[in-house]
Every structure is written in C-alpha cells, then in structure tokens.
C-alpha cells in the first residue's frame, strides 16, 4: 500500500469547514483514499473513501485532485465532537485487496469553540 | 446490532502473568481483525482473519502472542508471559468484505506492572 504525508495538527474554529490535506503521490491506480478518525480514547471510525470522484456523506467530502497524487477530507460545519486524529489511508480495495488498513499518524484536528 | 464487542475493557497484570483478550465481531462479519495502539508506534495490525481462518499474522510481535477464532462470533489474543512493553490499547475491528469498511470495537487498555 501507497504512503501518505498529513499535517500532523491543525485547528479549526467551530462552525467552520475543517479542510484536511492528504498527499500520496505514490498511488497507484488500483488503490482506493480511504479517511478514518479516532476519538480520544474510542476506536478508529470509517469516514469515507473514493477512487477518482469525489465523494460525499452525510459525514464529510472527500476531494481527489486530478492526478490522484493528494486528496483533502472536508468536514462543512466543524463541530467540537470533531476533534479527533484523522488517517488517511490509501489500499487496494475489491477482490486483491489483503484487507490491511496501514495507519500512519494522522492530523491532530482541534477544533475551538 | 451492538457493534463490536471487547472485554475486559481494562486489564492490569503483573510481568510474566498469561492475559487473554475477547472479541466477539458483528455478525455476518467475515474478517476479524486484532490492532494494537501505543504512543510510539501508533495503530498496528497485528492479525487478522477470514472466516475464522489466519490469514496474515506479520505482525504479531513474537511468538508470546498468539491469536484464535474457534467460531465466527469470537476470537482471543493472548499474550503469554506478559512484559512492561506490551502495555498498550488493543483493538479488534471487523467487516463485511475485505475492502470494505471496519467497525472498531472499544479496545482494550492493558498495563503489566
């Protein structure tokens, strides 16, 4: 699986749109950007995931740019519950895929009243 | 459905004592996954299953962890003699489908004094 480079903090002002930058220029064409959070002190929580489209729920939206090299995760209206680390994952997904989610160390969103 | 399910959700041991973690994934879940979360490694797959069977075990440390799933409703990890590093978050996290999206359970936080 691809690796992916995030900011490891970043802050937003609640009420805002949370923007969280991901680059993975070493995708491959195959592999899906997949987004986890993990609440202090709970497990990981599945956001979203895309290929090439943009994709969105009632969770967040995911924007892939063109060249699949980086994508950014966008949370509308930030909440204080939003404060979470964020992963970025990329991996194959359909029948090749090992089912291995690789975390790396995430962002560190704080978001402030 | 109650999501994933871990007990105990705290363990303290001493050195050298046997500790067995619990897992009971969502049913009709195939895969089975078990993580471990420390402060310098961050999240790391351990093993993970596919109906019940071992599929990659790359990542159990050594040879004092071991893992078993003798049905499709539950799954230990044990770890046998316990040491100060394996102090740590454990998680176990299931799915439908490879590529699809994994339900964490709690975890567990185990310390060996």
């Known amino acids: 699986d691809a690796k992916t480079t995030q900011p490891p903090s970043m802050d937003c002002a609640e009420g805002r749109a949370a923007n969280l930058p991901c680059n993975h220029s070493t995708i491959s064409g195959n592999e899906y950007v997949y987004w986890y959070r993990q609440i202090h002190s709970q497990g990981p929580q599945y956001i979203i995931h895309g290929l090439k489209n943009n994709e969105t729920n009632e969770m967040a939206s995911l924007i892939i740019t063109e060249d699949r090299k980086s994508s950014t995760l966008i949370l509308p209206h930030a909440t204080l519950r939003d404060t979470a680390v964020y992963y970025c994952?990329?991996?194959?997904?359909?029948?090749?895929?090992?089912?291995?989610?690789?975390f790396g160390q995430g962002t560190t969103l704080q978001v402030k009243p | 459905d109650a999501g994933v399910i871990q007990s105990p959700r705290h363990e303290v041991t001493e050195m050298g004592q046997e500790v067995t973690l619990r897992c009971k994934p969502i049913?009709?879940?195939?895969?089975l996954f078990w993580y471990r979360q420390t402060m310098m490694r961050g999240l790391e797959l351990l093993i993970y299953f596919n109906n019940n069977v071992p599929i990659d075990d790359s990542g159990m440390p050594e040879d004092r962890f071991s893992a078993k799933m003798p049905n499709a409703s539950f799954s230990t990890l044990k770890i046998q003699p316990s040491e100060p590093r394996d102090s740590a978050v454990y998680f176990c996290a299931s799915s439908e489908l490879p590529g699809g999206e994994q339900f964490f359970g709690p975890g567990t936080r185990l310390t060996v004094l």
């Open positions: 994952i990329v991996r194959v997904a359909g029948s090749s895929n090992t089912g291995k989610l690789i």
């Open positions: 049913s009709g879940h195939d895969y």
